[in-house]
C-alpha cells in the first residue's frame, strides 16, 4: 500500500470500553484543539503553515456537491478543494491539545497516503504518531485513533495537502478527543475505521465492515471476478486485482481456491503486468476466464496496454496462459493467441470467455466488444485451446441494452442457452442476461432481463461445477458506487456463489449455493406464525448473519411490508414489498456511509400466496434472493457498532386503519468466517 507504515492502533472496538475506563493514576484529562468543528467560519485555533490550499475560504457552509452530501457535523467544515482548487497545496496545523486514550475526526477528499493525510504530531518532537488519508470522495467518514500510548502528551494535528491534479485535496471536520471520540451526539458508537487499525498479519476479523463470507482483498482493490473454473477438486477464483492502491489500476490476477465454493484459501498472485514504462502506466492484465482439460488448466485473459505510456501498441489482444498445479501459470509460446480485434468493434474488445460447445463441436471463446451505440460478442474457434479462428459474431444488442458489452459468458441452462453481459446504462453498472438459441455460431434471444435488480452486481461469471450446476461469482459493485472501505486500505468484494435456473417464467434466476449452509453458525433465532404491525418488531441481531423468512401475502393486511436490516435507531437497510405492485425494494438511503439509492425488482409469491425470503447479511453487504429466483444486491456501511437489529414492520391499509404483516415463520442464524 504505501511506504509509510502505522503504528499498531486499537484492534476493535469492544476494547475502546476498556481503554477508556479511568484508571489508577490516569494521565490529565484530554482537552481539544481549538475550533475542531469550524463553526467558527474561518480557521481560528489553526494556523497555515504553507502553501495556498488552505485559507478562511476553505471553511463551507455547503451541505451538497456533485455526489450527495458531504455529511458533515454541523453546519461549517473544512472543504480543501473550496479556496483554490485541486492544484493548490499547502499544510495546516490545529491548536496544540492534551491526547486522551483516543481520537476521532471526519476525513473525506482525495485518497494518497504519501501526499494528502491528517496526521497527529508530538509537540516535544515534531514525531509523527498516526495518518489517514481519505476515500477519494467528498462525503466524509469517521476515523478513531487509539491514543491511549500518547495519553497526558501535547500533540496537535496536521493538514497535509502535497498532492496536485484530480482529487488532490483533503477535508476534515468534527475533531473529537476522549470519551467523546467513540460515540455521536445519539448516543451510538463509532465503528472503529481507518487504516492504522488494520493489522500487518492477515486478520480478516478485525475491520467491522470487511464481509466475513465474501472474498475481499486484505489491501488493494478488486473487480471483476476471472477465471472460475473447478480444476483439480476445488474451486478457483481470479479477481482482477490492484495490489498498491485500494482504487482501480495496472491490474494483475489475485488467486483464492476453495474445496466447496464457499472456503476461499488465499494464493499466491496468479498473474501479474509488465513492469510500467512510464510512472502513470496502467497496463495491466484484465479480465478472462479458464476451463480445465486433459488435466491441463488454461486461462485466456485481455492483454490491455496504455498506449499514452506505449505508444504504437494495440491497445486490447488475447492472452493465455496454462497450469498443471493451479497455481504456477506459464505463458503459452504463440501469445498473442488474438493479436487484433475484428472489423467492428471500436467500443473494445476485451474479456474473452472459453467453453466447450457441444453443438458445433471443438472450443469456442466469446469476447465483449461494441459498436457505435450496439454492443456485441464476438466469436473465436479453436480444436486445441491454442489456435484461433473468427467465427463471426456470436450476437448484437438492439441499442437500448448498452454500447458495450462487457464480461460475456455463455452456457447451457435446462434446455436453453443463456448469454450474460455486463453494460454501463446511464452511468449505472448493469448485469444484464438474454435466454434463447445456439446453433453453434450464433446467439438468438428470445428473453432479455436484468439478473439483480440491485445496485451491486457486475461483471457476473458462470462456471459449470462437476455436479453440472452452473456456478456464479459477480464482482458487489459499480463504477460509480462509493467505497468507504478506502479509510481502511481495500476496496472491492464479490458475491456468495450463486446457482442459476430458469425460473417459472422462462427468467433467470440465482440461489446461494446449497454448501453456504456449512459456515452457518450459533443458536437459530426462530419465530413461528404471528402478526406484526407498524411498531417494528425485532426477530434479533446479526450482522454477520443469514435470514429467512416466510410472509402469507394474502393474508396479510398492511400495503408494505418493511424488513430492518443492519438497524439502529439512527440508521437501517430497507427491505420493502409492496403489496399491490408486487415489487421489492432494496433502499440504502439512510444505510450509513456508502451510495444512497432505492433498487426494485418485481417478485412472484408461492402458489399458496406466500413470499419467501433468504437474505444474507454481511456487515457490508446485503443479498436479497426472492423465492421466485429475483434478486437484489447493494454494499452498505452502517456507522454505528449497534446497527444489528433485524426488524419486520407493516404500513398502511385499508380505510387507512394500520394493517398488519403475517409472518409465517422467520429464522435467523450466525454466518462463520469463509476463510480457511
Same mark, same amino acid.
Given at each position: 500500500m504505501s511506504r509509510w507504515t502505522a503504528p499498531a492502533l486499537i484492534a476493535t472496538a469492544a476494547t475502546l470500553a476498556a481503554l477508556l475506563a479511568p484508571t489508577a493514576g490516569a494521565a490529565p484529562r484530554p482537552t481539544a484543539p481549538l475550533n475542531p468543528d469550524f463553526e467558527t467560519g474561518d480557521l481560528t485555533g489553526w494556523t497555515v503553515v504553507s502553501g495556498t490550499a488552505f485559507s478562511d475560504a476553505a471553511v463551507s457552509a455547503q451541505h451538497d456537491y456533485w455526489g450527495g452530501p458531504f455529511s458533515q457535523h454541523g453546519d461549517r467544515h473544512l472543504w480543501g478543494f473550496a479556496a483554490a482548487g485541486d492544484d493548490a497545496t499547502g499544510r495546516l496545523r490545529s491548536s496544540s491539545f492534551t491526547a486522551g486514550r483516543a481520537l476521532s475526526f471526519l476525513v473525506a477528499g482525495g485518497w494518497d497516503p504519501e501526499k494528502l493525510y491528517v496526521a497527529l504530531v508530538r509537540d516535544r518532537d515534531g514525531a509523527e504518531l498516526a495518518r489517514q488519508t481519505g476515500p477519494d470522495d467528498e462525503a466524509y467518514i469517521r476515523v478513531l485513533w487509539d491514543t491511549a500510548r500518547w495519553a497526558g502528551e501535547q500533540v496537535h494535528l496536521e493538514v497535509v495537502d502535497d498532492k496536485q491534479g484530480g482529487w488532490g485535496h483533503l477535508n476534515l471536520d468534527d475533531v473529537r478527543t476522549g470519551t467523546a471520540a467513540t460515540r455521536d451526539d445519539n448516543g451510538l458508537t463509532f465503528r472503529a475505521l481507518g487504516q492504522a487499525r488494520q493489522p500487518a498479519a492477515h486478520d480478516y476479523a478485525a475491520d467491522p465492515l470487511r464481509p466475513q463470507f465474501h472474498y475481499t482483498p486484505y489491501q488493494g482493490w478488486i473487480n471483476d471476478p476471472n477465471g472460475l473454473v473447478q480444476f483439480g477438486g476445488r474451486h478457483h477464483l481470479f479477481s482482477q486485482y490492484h495490489p498498491d492502491a485500494p482504487k482501480w489500476g495496472p491490474m494483475h490476477w489475485a488467486h483464492a481456491d476453495s474445496p466447496d465454493a464457499v472456503h476461499w484459501r488465499e494464493l499466491p498472485v496468479a498473474l501479474r503486468p509488465d513492469p510500467p514504462? &512510464?510512472? #502513470?502506466?496502467? =497496463?495491466?492484465?484484465?479480465?478472462?476466464?479458464?476451463?480445465?482439460?486433459?488435466?491441463? @488448466?488454461?486461462?485466456?485473459? &485481455?492483454?490491455? &496496454?496504455?498506449?499514452?505510456?506505449?505508444?504504437?501498441a494495440t491497445p486490447e489482444t488475447v492472452e493465455m496462459v496454462t497450469s498443471t498445479d493451479g497455481v504456477t501459470f506459464t505463458p503459452l509460446a504463440a501469445n498473442p493467441v488474438v493479436a487484433a480485434a475484428p472489423a467492428g468493434s471500436g467500443?473494445?474488445?476485451?474479456?474473452?470467455? @472459453?467453453?466447450?460447445?457441444?453443438?458445433?463441436?471443438?472450443?469456442?471463446?466469446?469476447?465483449? =466488444?461494441?459498436?457505435?451505440?450496439? #454492443?456485441k460478442v464476438q466469436l473465436y474457434a479453436s480444436a486445441d485451446l491454442r489456435t484461433w479462428t473468427y467465427d463471426g459474431v456470436l450476437a448484437t444488442g438492439d441499442g437500448t441494452d448498452g454500447a458495450m458489452w462487457e464480461c460475456p459468458s455463455l452456457f447451457p441452462l435446462d434446455g436453453k442457452w443463456v448469454l450474460l453481459t455486463s453494460v454501463n446504462e446511464g452511468g449505472r453498472s448493469v448485469q444484464r442476461y438474454a435466454v434463447g438459441s445456439y446453433d453453434g455460431h450464433v446467439f438468438t434471444p428470445e428473453r432479455r432481463g436484468v439478473l439483480d435488480g440491485g445496485g451491486d452486481t457486475y461483471a457476473g461469471q458462470v462456471y459449470r461445477?462437476?455436479? #453440472?450446476?452452473?456456478?456464479?461469482?459477480?464482482?458487489?459493485?459499480?463504477?460509480?458506487?462509493?467505497?468507504?472501505t478506502r479509510v481502511n486500505g481495500w476496496a472491492g468484494a464479490q458475491s456468495v456463489t450463486r446457482e442459476l435456473f430458469l425460473r417459472a417464467d422462462g427468467g433467470l434466476g440465482a440461489r446461494p449455493v446449497a454448501e453456504l449452509a456449512s459456515l452457518e453458525t450459533g443458536t437459530t433465532v426462530r419465530s413461528g406464525a404471528r402478526t406484526v404491525g407498524d411498531v417494528p418488531w425485532r426477530l434479533g441481531r446479526g450482522s454477520v448473519a443469514r435470514l429467512r423468512a416466510a410472509i402469507d401475502v394474502n393474508a396479510t393486511t398492511a400495503d408494505t411490508v418493511t424488513v430492518r436490516l443492519h438497524a439502529s435507531a439512527a440508521e437501517a437497510t430497507e427491505l420493502r414489498y409492496d403489496k399491490a405492485t408486487g415489487t421489492l425494494t432494496l433502499d440504502t438511503a439512510r444505510s450509513g456511509y456508502g451510495t444512497r439509492a432505492a433498487y426494485s425488482t418485481r417478485v412472484t409469491?408461492?402458489?399458496?400466496?406466500? @413470499?419467501?425470503?433468504?437474505?444474507? @447479511?454481511?456487515? =457490508? =453487504?446485503?443479498?436479497?434472493?426472492?423465492g421466485d429466483g429475483e434478486t437484489l444486491t447493494a454494499r452498505v456501511y452502517p456507522r454505528y457498532v449497534e446497527s444489528d437489529a433485524v426488524e419486520f414492520a407493516g404500513s398502511g391499509g385499508s380505510g387507512g386503519s394500520g394493517g398488519t404483516v403475517a409472518l409465517r415463520w422467520a429464522s435467523l442464524r450466525g454466518v462463520g468466517s469463509g476463510w480457511s
Amino acid at each position: 500500500m504505501s511506504r509509510w507504515t502505522a503504528p499498531a492502533l486499537i484492534a476493535t472496538a469492544a476494547t475502546l470500553a476498556a481503554l477508556l475506563a479511568p484508571t489508577a493514576g490516569a494521565a490529565p484529562r484530554p482537552t481539544a484543539p481549538l475550533n475542531p468543528d469550524f463553526e467558527t467560519g474561518d480557521l481560528t485555533g489553526w494556523t497555515v503553515v504553507s502553501g495556498t490550499a488552505f485559507s478562511d475560504a476553505a471553511v463551507s457552509a455547503q451541505h451538497d456537491y456533485w455526489g450527495g452530501p458531504f455529511s458533515q457535523h454541523g453546519d461549517r467544515h473544512l472543504w480543501g478543494f473550496a479556496a483554490a482548487g485541486d492544484d493548490a497545496t499547502g499544510r495546516l496545523r490545529s491548536s496544540s491539545f492534551t491526547a486522551g486514550r483516543a481520537l476521532s475526526f471526519l476525513v473525506a477528499g482525495g485518497w494518497d497516503p504519501e501526499k494528502l493525510y491528517v496526521a497527529l504530531v508530538r509537540d516535544r518532537d515534531g514525531a509523527e504518531l498516526a495518518r489517514q488519508t481519505g476515500p477519494d470522495d467528498e462525503a466524509y467518514i469517521r476515523v478513531l485513533w487509539d491514543t491511549a500510548r500518547w495519553a497526558g502528551e501535547q500533540v496537535h494535528l496536521e493538514v497535509v495537502d502535497d498532492k496536485q491534479g484530480g482529487w488532490g485535496h483533503l477535508n476534515l471536520d468534527d475533531v473529537r478527543t476522549g470519551t467523546a471520540a467513540t460515540r455521536d451526539d445519539n448516543g451510538l458508537t463509532f465503528r472503529a475505521l481507518g487504516q492504522a487499525r488494520q493489522p500487518a498479519a492477515h486478520d480478516y476479523a478485525a475491520d467491522p465492515l470487511r464481509p466475513q463470507f465474501h472474498y475481499t482483498p486484505y489491501q488493494g482493490w478488486i473487480n471483476d471476478p476471472n477465471g472460475l473454473v473447478q480444476f483439480g477438486g476445488r474451486h478457483h477464483l481470479f479477481s482482477q486485482y490492484h495490489p498498491d492502491a485500494p482504487k482501480w489500476g495496472p491490474m494483475h490476477w489475485a488467486h483464492a481456491d476453495s474445496p466447496d465454493a464457499v472456503h476461499w484459501r488465499e494464493l499466491p498472485v496468479a498473474l501479474r503486468p509488465d513492469p510500467p514504462a &512510464t510512472p #502513470g502506466d496502467v =497496463s495491466g492484465i484484465f479480465s478472462g476466464s479458464a476451463v480445465a482439460s486433459g488435466g491441463t @488448466l488454461y486461462a485466456a485473459y &485481455t492483454r490491455f &496496454t496504455d498506449t499514452a505510456a506505449r505508444p504504437g501498441a494495440t491497445p486490447e489482444t488475447v492472452e493465455m496462459v496454462t497450469s498443471t498445479d493451479g497455481v504456477t501459470f506459464t505463458p503459452l509460446a504463440a501469445n498473442p493467441v488474438v493479436a487484433a480485434a475484428p472489423a467492428g468493434s471500436g467500443a473494445g474488445f476485451r474479456d474473452p470467455y @472459453l467453453f466447450r460447445d457441444p453443438v458445433a463441436g471443438g472450443w469456442k471463446m466469446a469476447v465483449g =466488444s461494441g459498436d457505435g451505440d450496439r #454492443g456485441k460478442v464476438q466469436l473465436y474457434a479453436s480444436a486445441d485451446l491454442r489456435t484461433w479462428t473468427y467465427d463471426g459474431v456470436l450476437a448484437t444488442g438492439d441499442g437500448t441494452d448498452g454500447a458495450m458489452w462487457e464480461c460475456p459468458s455463455l452456457f447451457p441452462l435446462d434446455g436453453k442457452w443463456v448469454l450474460l453481459t455486463s453494460v454501463n446504462e446511464g452511468g449505472r453498472s448493469v448485469q444484464r442476461y438474454a435466454v434463447g438459441s445456439y446453433d453453434g455460431h450464433v446467439f438468438t434471444p428470445e428473453r432479455r432481463g436484468v439478473l439483480d435488480g440491485g445496485g451491486d452486481t457486475y461483471a457476473g461469471q458462470v462456471y459449470r461445477d462437476d455436479r #453440472g450446476r452452473q456456478l456464479m461469482i459477480a464482482w458487489l459493485g459499480d463504477w460509480n458506487a462509493k467505497e468507504p472501505t478506502r479509510v481502511n486500505g481495500w476496496a472491492g468484494a464479490q458475491s456468495v456463489t450463486r446457482e442459476l435456473f430458469l425460473r417459472a417464467d422462462g427468467g433467470l434466476g440465482a440461489r446461494p449455493v446449497a454448501e453456504l449452509a456449512s459456515l452457518e453458525t450459533g443458536t437459530t433465532v426462530r419465530s413461528g406464525a404471528r402478526t406484526v404491525g407498524d411498531v417494528p418488531w425485532r426477530l434479533g441481531r446479526g450482522s454477520v448473519a443469514r435470514l429467512r423468512a416466510a410472509i402469507d401475502v394474502n393474508a396479510t393486511t398492511a400495503d408494505t411490508v418493511t424488513v430492518r436490516l443492519h438497524a439502529s435507531a439512527a440508521e437501517a437497510t430497507e427491505l420493502r414489498y409492496d403489496k399491490a405492485t408486487g415489487t421489492l425494494t432494496l433502499d440504502t438511503a439512510r444505510s450509513g456511509y456508502g451510495t444512497r439509492a432505492a433498487y426494485s425488482t418485481r417478485v412472484t409469491p408461492d402458489a399458496d400466496g406466500v @413470499l419467501r425470503l433468504d437474505v444474507l @447479511l454481511d456487515r =457490508s =453487504s446485503v443479498e436479497v434472493f426472492a423465492g421466485d429466483g429475483e434478486t437484489l444486491t447493494a454494499r452498505v456501511y452502517p456507522r454505528y457498532v449497534e446497527s444489528d437489529a433485524v426488524e419486520f414492520a407493516g404500513s398502511g391499509g385499508s380505510g387507512g386503519s394500520g394493517g398488519t404483516v403475517a409472518l409465517r415463520w422467520a429464522s435467523l442464524r450466525g454466518v462463520g468466517s469463509g476463510w480457511s
